[in-house]
């Protein structure tokens, strides 16, 4: 499975931006999907998981209530949109996705993960 992240860029405090990725490859081996971001010298952390069938969500508690995570799965895509965006939600936001079942719950460690993709940068200037 191949993911490919886009729609990042820059943008100012309170603006907006819908972050795609799109699979490609054995996608029917994809189950759940997550978003990660990463600032350069920190470790990545965990912002958002989608199940397969989009019907449980989770969010870190710093993005609940301003980005929504969904999918549209005859398109093998997920979105990412991020709305009341701060400066401190400057990354590089990475999509992966699970190739096996992992139990229920929602998944938040990288190591959950076994396809990422190359990674879009999101800056948000004040």
């Known amino acids: 499975v191949q993911l490919q992240a886009s729609g990042g860029g820059l943008v100012q405090t309170g603006g907006s931006l819908r972050l795609s990725c799109a699979a490609s490859g054995r996608t029917s081996s994809s189950y759940a999907m997550g978003w990660f971001r990463q600032v350069l010298g920190k470790e990545r952390e965990f912002v958002a998981y989608i199940s397969w069938s989009g019907a449980s969500t989770y969010y870190t508690d710093s993005v609940k209530g301003r980005f929504t995570i969904s999918r549209d799965n005859a398109k093998n895509t997920v979105y990412l949109q991020m709305n009341s965006l701060k400066s401190e939600d400057t990354a590089v936001y990475y999509c992966?996705?699970?190739?096996?079942?992992?139990?229920?719950?929602?998944?938040?460690?990288?190591?959950?993960?076994?396809?990422w993709g190359q990674g879009t940068q999101v800056t948000v200037s004040s």
């Open positions: 992966a996705g699970t190739g096996a079942y992992r139990g229920s719950g929602h998944y938040t460690r990288t190591d959950e993960y076994d396809y």
